[in-house]
């Protein structure tokens, strides 16, 4: 197990792997907070270290290979409200497994300060959604902003320039469009160093982010009196995300938008902040390409701007997806099923290209022959088979039977899609 001591500015001290400490190797997002809204209570600030804490040792901890991909991970936290949060620890703990797969212990130790007293803040209706700089909570930006002038956008930033400079042009289009909806920015991150020498960015995946976007869209909400609605907004494939093949279950793939994890982050934070949060994602149902139609059907020219990539932030300059992921496998259906021609700058056109024979290394090939082999699954088998291949579809917290619909959907999109692509064609036979 890997266990991380944090402080804020005290002297805690623990048989600890790595040390996160507040203002050194652990930005908490404090500071931004205060200059938005003021002095922060003592629970706000509780919450925000717990989250940047839990976003920092995802991030510090590397997973292994194969079946050594689940880790162990145990934070020891010194809290002011300890007394409201220690009984919730055990909920954290199944909310972090489920988005990340891995063993998590959360440790929260009482500090001295002053905890928060029951605040009244008005409350009223209003939306607060979670604005990534990606093409689904843009659509949502879009379909909400018009309807409702009570919407305002939370964004979570760390170093990755490309998400945050998409974040922020996307809000200056979607205002010369007439959508002047505010906008908050938080930068929560860790950096390399530290009193343990933490070395923090050894994993990439940041499954994890989820809980530390939610919390910061609890807490903006909670300011704004909005107790109606939190919105996570991502299409279905990428919530729900059925693994492609046997080959990614488990820790392979991600749950950071789930309806399972929605629901375990709603109870928490309106247990935590004693608000009846409601948190929803309104696409849970559509494909790709049916949120995306909202963007193009608003204006197609703000989509190259918008960021979907997992590897955003280590591609060259002039470059913002990789084009090798799934995620811009994904992208890319959805805009060229309504489109033409897709903009977006790929640092490699895994479809237009010779692509290669399998090989370990040949990142390109071995998710589109994974991503066929799920079309392909996913066209055949009737809607029994499916429930009885990927036995995660049988939760109550979303419609299983649409749930199928969705992903019968996307295998017409893809194949309309991909079979424009010759080099392609052997892996939908």
């Keep these: 197990m890997i266990s991380y001591l944090v402080r804020r500015g005290g002297n805690e001290h623990g048989n600890c792997n790595h040390v996160l400490e507040v203002g050194t190797n652990l930005i908490t997002g404090e500071d931004d907070f205060k200059k938005e809204f003021g002095p922060l209570t003592s629970l706000e600030a509780d919450l925000l270290l717990l989250s940047a804490s839990v976003f920092a040792a995802d991030r510090a901890t590397a997973r292994g290979h194969r079946e050594d991909l689940a880790r162990r991970i145990e934070l020891h936290i010194p809290v002011v409200n300890a007394l409201r949060l220690q009984p919730l620890t055990r909920k954290i703990e199944e909310i972090l497994r489920?988005?990340?797969?891995?063993?998590?212990?959360?440790?929260?130790?009482?500090?001295?300060g002053n905890p928060e007293e029951d605040i009244k803040y008005a409350q009223e209706y209003g939306r607060t959604l979670l604005f990534s700089g990606g093409l689904d909570s843009l659509a949502a930006a879009i379909e909400f902003g018009e309807k409702d002038k009570t919407l305002q956008l939370v964004s979570h930033k760390t170093r990755n320039r490309t998400t945050d400079q998409a974040q922020i042009n996307l809000t200056s289009e979607l205002k010369g469009c007439g959508l002047n909806l505010p906008h908050y920015q938080f930068f929560v991150s860790s950096r390399d160093g530290g009193p343990?020498?933490?070395?923090?960015?050894?994993?990439n995946t940041q499954r994890t982010r989820s809980f530390l976007f939610l919390v910061l869209g609890a807490l903006v909400a909670r300011r704004a009196g909005h107790v109606e609605?939190?919105?996570?907004?991502?299409?279905?494939?990428m919530a729900i995300h059925l693994p492609l093949t046997q080959g990614r279950i488990g820790a392979l793939s991600t749950h950071t938008a789930h309806p399972d994890v929605l629901v375990g982050m709603e109870s928490f934070l309106s247990e935590a902040l004693g608000i009846p949060f409601k948190i929803s994602n309104p696409y849970v149902h559509l494909t790709k390409a049916e949120v995306v139609k909202k963007v193009?059907?608003?204006?197609?020219?703000?989509?190259?701007?918008?960021?979907?990539?997992?590897?955003?932030?280590?591609?060259?300059?002039?470059?913002?997806?990789?084009?090798?992921?799934?995620?811009?496998?994904?992208?890319?259906?959805?805009?060229?099923?309504?489109?033409?021609?897709?903009?977006?700058?790929y640092g490699k056109d895994c479809?237009?290209?010779?692509?290669?024979?399998?090989?370990?290394?040949?990142?390109?090939?071995?998710?589109?022959?994974?991503?066929?082999?799920f079309i392909v699954r996913i066209e055949r088998l009737s809607t029994e088979e499916i429930m009885s291949e990927w036995p995660e579809l049988?939760?109550?917290?979303?419609?299983?039977?649409?749930?199928?619909?969705?992903?019968?959907?996307?295998?017409?999109?893809?194949?309309?899609?991909?079979?424009?692509?010759?080099?392609?064609?052997?892996?939908?036979s």
């Design 229 to 237: 609605v939190v919105y996570l907004a991502e299409n279905g494939q």
């Design 196 to 203: 343990s020498q933490l070395e923090h960015a050894l994993e």
């Design 351 to 373: 479809w237009g290209e010779e692509i290669g024979q399998p090989d370990s290394a040949n990142t390109g090939r071995r998710n589109i022959a994974d991503l066929a082999e």
């Design 296 to 345: 193009i059907d608003f204006s197609p020219d703000i989509i190259p701007i918008t960021n979907s990539c997992w590897r955003s932030a280590r591609l060259g300059a002039g470059i913002t997806h990789c084009g090798e992921c799934i995620p811009c496998f994904i992208r890319r259906i959805a805009i060229e099923h309504s489109m033409s021609e897709d903009s977006t700058a």
């Design 98 to 112: 489920k988005l990340s797969n891995d063993a998590w212990r959360v440790n929260l130790k009482q500090v001295s």
């Design 394 to 428: 049988h939760s109550s917290n979303f419609n299983p039977d649409k749930v199928v619909a969705m992903y019968k959907r996307f295998s017409q999109e893809a194949r309309t899609v991909l079979s424009r692509y010759s080099a392609l064609e052997p892996f939908l």
